[in-house]
């Protein structure tokens, strides 16, 4: 296939390449994408229980939730997709892996240099310094930080909530560099991946999309799953 072809030589030929992953690369380990209809879990739908507020309400309802989901996801394994980035990072050392995906699978995996832009399902972090803990299964309503006493909340970007600057940060740093961005599961016309591949596309850097249904129509674009199309470009 001659797409296919293209990819590699531009992969190949690139000093920095950058990959971006959504919900598609999950859905292909059988991770649920949480949304709409499928989304509903005792009859909540994310957006009542994935919000500042609905912690504030009744935490341990959230916790209930989260708890569910972390021990779902955790039945799950990492697909080729996610196993053939490992190969591409062993020709390049120093590529990015940036994540819209909250499920630990590309950590799993054996990923490198991880961005995960929404929290981690498999973490919890202090609301008072910061810090980041192994996530239990929380079982009362307000488990503390063994470091400060302050409250731990799961390490997630809830609706209405901003990306942690620190995490903006590396995703500039990593947009700047990057001759190459490859665009996995995600839909291009959701932010932020629509805003990463414009802006890098403004500067004439390529964009392969890997998709079942591509949908940026700047991109290379490769139609198929990333289980699928993945290992064709790292072998
Ligand atoms: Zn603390």
Known sequence: MDQIKLARDLLDKSLNPLFLTGAGISAESG?????GENGLWKNYRPEELATPEAFR?????????????????????PNA????????QERHPEMGVITQNVDGLHQRAGNKNLVELHGNLFFARCVKCN?????????????????????????IVWFGEQLDPEVIGRVNRYLQKTDL????????????AAGFASTVALRGVKVIEINP??????????????????????G
């Open 131 to 155: 810090g980041i803990v192994e996530y239990q299964d929380y079982d009362n309503n307000s488990p503390q930080c063994e470091s400060c006493g302050g409250r731990l909340r799961p390490h």
């Open 213 to 234: 249904e591509p949908v940026i129509d700047f991109a290379l674009q490769l139609k198929g799953g990333a289980g699928e199309v993945l290992p064709h470009l790292s």
């Open 57 to 77: 309400r009744d935490p341990a309802v959230v916790w209930e939730w989260y708890n569910w989901r972390k021990s779902l996801v955790s039945q799950k394994d």
């Open 81 to 88: 997709g996610h196993l053939a980035i490992n190969f591409i």
């Open 181 to 192: 961005l490859v665009i996995v599961g995600t839909s291009g016309v959701v932010y932020p």
């Open 31 to 35: 991770v649920p994408t949480f949304r």
